[in-house]
């Protein structure tokens, strides 16, 4: 009886080990250094794919309106790409990494928290852009060198607003929120910074590099 649940505890010690995102892949991306910010012309200079079982507990969404009200699932449902990893100042988890969902025209990146086996511990919706004339950010993402991370957002409030036909003109709010990685690798939200809401053009919209220099009033 003693030997069967030895066994069996090893078996799922060996399924855990080999359920994440392989560390032999994580370690073939070069370290970004903090601190960083993914706006608008961030280059992926590499990406490898993950498998969705590889991903578990994230399940990827897109949105194919510009307040992020409807979701439906990406046709590559099967995973994500690995497009960078980032440096660790201080804790207790081995990687950061940033995880890109990609359907057509629309991309949903995650940060992700990975243990020694390229486990999950936890995961940020970071950013959201749509791949218009240029590319239309509703929120990007920051990470400082005291391991805090900066999301960026417009909130539209317009929330079927489409990517086609082209606007003229959105009502949105910016909301700066602030995460901080703890030592254990959890993203615990600190406080939100909200701004007062403006009209924007598409022109404007489409031409804005990065939301954290909008020049928005609080």
Same mark, same amino acid.
């Given at each position: 009886?003693k030997t ?14 080999? =359920? @994440? !995102? ?8 070069? %370290?970004? #250094?903090?601190?960083? +910010?993914d ?18 507990p ?6 194919d ?11 590559m ?11 660790i100042?201080h804790g ?19 940060l ?13 919706? =970071? @950013? !959201? ?8 950010? %509703?929120? #990007?993402?920051?990470? +400082? ?12 409030d317009?929330?079927s ?11 949105a709010?910016r909301?700066d ?9 959890k993203f ?5 910074v ?6 924007y ?10 939301i ?7």
């Amino acid at each position: 009886m003693k030997t069967n649940i030895f066994i069996f505890v090893m078996l799922i010690m060996t399924a855990n080990a080999f =359920a @994440g !995102i392989p560390i032999e892949t994580i370690k073939k991306v070069s %370290v970004t #250094q903090t601190p960083y +910010l993914d706006g608008k012309g961030a280059i992926r200079h590499i990406n490898y794919f993950v498998r969705s079982e590889q991903l578990s507990p994230i399940h990827p969404v897109m949105y194919d309106d510009f307040g992020c009200k409807t979701e439906f699932t990406p046709s590559m449902q099967n995973g994500a790409m690995l497009v960078r990893r980032l440096e660790i100042t201080h804790g207790n988890y081995p990687y950061l990494v940033a995880l890109d969902c990609q359907e057509s025209d629309y991309c949903h990146t995650y940060l992700a928290t990975l243990d020694s086996y390229g486990n999950v511990i936890d995961y940020l919706s =970071a @950013g !959201i852009d749509f791949a218009m004339d240029n590319i239309i950010a %509703v929120k #990007q993402w920051e990470l +400082l060198t005291d391991m805090t991370v900066v999301v960026y957002q417009l909130k539209i409030d317009t929330p079927s607003l489409r990517t086609y036909p082209r606007f003229e003109r959105v009502r949105a709010q910016r909301i700066d929120i602030y995460y901080k990685i703890t030592d254990s690798g959890k993203f615990q939200k600190q406080r939100e910074v909200s701004y007062l809401s403006k009209d924007y053009t598409y022109a404007e919209l489409d031409n804005m590099k990065n939301i954290k220099e909008g020049g928005e009033k609080r």
